[in-house]
């Protein structure tokens, strides 16, 4: 615990010094949030892609949401056509509607970052502990959750999405340009560590797909 409200960022910071265990899972004490959620993200962590041969490395829980609303419904249609004449592939429809200001920011983190995952605010995340060997945590507050994937996204860990059971709307987007702009401008990341006696990088373990009822090491912080 801290003494003093440090932030969702930091809360991370402090428990990834204690994890141990190969699976970090973190979420919100906010209401909304069901646990039995989980179990499912603990299957996709066993999905491997067929050309990489990579097992999947993080999932997002993505919420629900509520539907579109007329106007963004045809705004999106427009940009799916443009999309697939121009780069020859569709892509998915949303998977709910989380307020302008998510949509902003998703758009922001798109474009700087290169993010594609539909609720990256979400406080419902299960990585594979390795994912956080090479990088170096720099946001205090929320903007945590889109600095955590656009990093990883950066070092190409592969990524799936789950939609949430439902909850409660969504709430407000925090103020988190500042730290946006801080790891946009200068991020920062880790060496990977040397082999004893070579000069080489060293190749990080495979990881064997978890059980299904496997037990991720867990934190949860103040929203």
Known sequence: THTERKGFGACIRTALEAASQPLF????????????DLPRMLKSLAVQDEYTKKFVEIVNGHRRGTMLPAGRKRLNWVYRVIIRIVFGYLPD?????????????????????????????SKFKLFRRSVFNRMV?????????????AKANFLGCLMDEIIL??????????????????????PKFRSPVPTPGKGKAATLPAESPPEANGSPETVSAPG
């Open 25 to 36: 899972f973190y979420t919100s004490t906010d209401a909304g949030w069901t646990p039995s």
């Open 93 to 121: 429809p949303p998977r709910g509607w989380l307020g302008a200001a998510e949509s902003r920011f998703w758009w922001k983190c798109r474009l700087m970052f290169g993010l594609r995952l539909g609720d990256i605010n």
């Open 137 to 149: 945590l720099q946001s205090n507050g929320e903007f945590i959750h889109a600095e955590i994937l």
């Open 165 to 186: 059971a439902d909850r409660q709307s969504p709430p407000t987007q925090p103020d988190v340009r500042t730290e946006m702009w801080k790891v946009f401008h200068d």
